[in-house]
Structure formats: C-alpha cells, structure tokens
T-cell receptor, first 117, second 112 residues
Framework: DTEVTQTPKHLVMGMTNKKSLKCEQH?????MYWYKQKAKKPPELMFV???????INESVPSRFSPECPNSSLLNLHLHALQPEDSALYLC????????????????FGEGSRLTVL | KNQVEQSPQSLIILEGKNCTLQ??????????LRWYKQDTGRGPVSLTI?????NTKSNGRYTATLDADTKQSSLHITASQLSDSASYIC???????????FGTGTRLTIIP
C-alpha cells in the first residue's frame, strides 16, 4: 500500500465555519507534511510532523491548526478562514526527511480542494 | 537562497514527438533532485529521484539527467502520449534538511 489518502476531496466553507481536512497513510512513514498549492504555483510547505511531533511551522496563520493523533493520521483544522485561503491542500508522507541520507521519497495524496466563500 | 528554475514555462508538442524539460538549481549542500508529474487538480507523482552520484535515470519513457557540476537537470520524454499532458516539477533537497525547494514547473500539453 503506497497511498496517502486525503478527505474530503472538495470542501466549501464560509469564513465563520470550522472544518477539518484529514490525511491517512499506512506505509509506516514517520514524517508527514501539509502543503498549500495555489493555481499554477508550486506547493508551499505549511507544516512538518516528525514522529508525531510538530517539527516545522512555516509561519502559518493560527487559523490553520495541525494535529497528528498518531503515526498514520494527520489533520488540518480550519477556522475563520479568508477567501485567499482557497487552494489545493496536499498531504504527503516520507520514511525519512528529503535531505537525510537516502532519498526520503515523498508520497503525496490527491489533495483537498478548499473554497472559502 | 536556495532556488530552482525551470524552462520552458509551457510547451505544446504533437503526440508521438519527444521533448526535453530543463531545471537549474542553486540548492546547497545538494542532496538529491526529483522530478514530479502533476495532473491538474491532483497531487504530484514522483517520476525519478537522483542523488549526487547518479547522472541518468529512466522510468519508462521518462529519462532524467543530472549534472551536479553545472547544477542542471533535464527530463526527456520519448514518444509523447496525450496522458503526458501535465505539469512537470523539478524539486531539490539540501542535505540534512526537512524541506524541499520546488521549481515553478513546466506545463506540458500534448496535442493529437
């Protein structure tokens, strides 16, 4: 099983709503990532979890709140978002860091398309 | 500052033709370089990963090259198919780093 599964595939929410994006992998990977991707732009790193601990937060606004309940699951809680937060949110996982010895191949999910009205 | 630049920005070719996409990087210290294929609205899929010691790697009709001296990589697609229409992203990682540096991608369109 080399899949990273993201739900929901599409989400439309108002600026006062609270919603969550979910990501799951069963490859035994210990690093998990959230990326944000705007149209025609490369993915931008938001958060990295390593061994279920937050290791990188790329100065993401507090209206995005990540959570890693266990080694297979990664959530992104959304609250009071702005229309400019509309984007494709990608989850990824890897056995080791991309720059660690070995290649640390990153496996991406299909993404969650978020629209904030 | 670590940077990855790709060219061309976009490319249109006829089905069955070959093409080559370019990637220049200034990531240091270099660990590895990856090429991803991303269909519109979907997650990137890895095509190849190359470390410092590898200068060519193939995955079916995709062949990537790496020149670590000039810090350049290319992705060659042979006998293109309509399903090759996608964005191709060059991504470089630095040693000991959790982060990847992404290029802005080349948007490839194959026409029948």
């Amino acid at each position: 099983d080399t899949e990273v599964t993201q739900t929901p595939k599409h989400l439309v929410m108002g600026m006062t709503n609270k919603k969550s994006l979910k990501c799951e992998q069963h490859m035994g990977h210990r690093a998990m990532y959230w990326y944000k991707q705007k149209a025609k732009k490369p993915p931008e790193l938001m958060f990295v979890y390593s061994y279920e601990k937050l290791s990188i937060n790329e100065s993401v606004p507090s209206r995005f709140s990540p959570e890693c309940p266990n080694s297979s699951l990664l959530n992104l809680h959304l609250h009071a978002l702005q229309p400019e937060d509309s984007a494709l949110y990608l989850c990824a996982s890897s056995h080791r860091y991309p720059g660690a010895s070995g290649t640390g191949e990153l496996f991406f999910g299909e993404g969650s398309r978020l629209t904030v009205l | 500052k670590n940077q990855v630049e790709q060219s061309p920005q976009s490319l249109i070719i006829l089905e069955g033709k070959n093409c080559t996409l370019q990637c220049n990087y200034t990531v240091s210290p270099f660990s590895n370089l990856r090429w991803y294929k991303q269909d519109t609205g979907r997650g990137p899929v890895s095509l190849t990963i190359m470390t410092f010691s590898e200068n060519t790697k193939s995955n079916g009709r995709y062949t990537a090259t790496l020149d670590a001296d000039t810090k350049q990589s290319s992705l060659h697609i042979t006998a293109s198919q309509l399903s090759d229409s996608a964005s191709y992203i060059c991504v470089v990682s630095a040693s000991g780093n959790e982060k990847l540096t992404f290029g802005t991608g080349t948007r490839l369109t194959i026409i029948p």
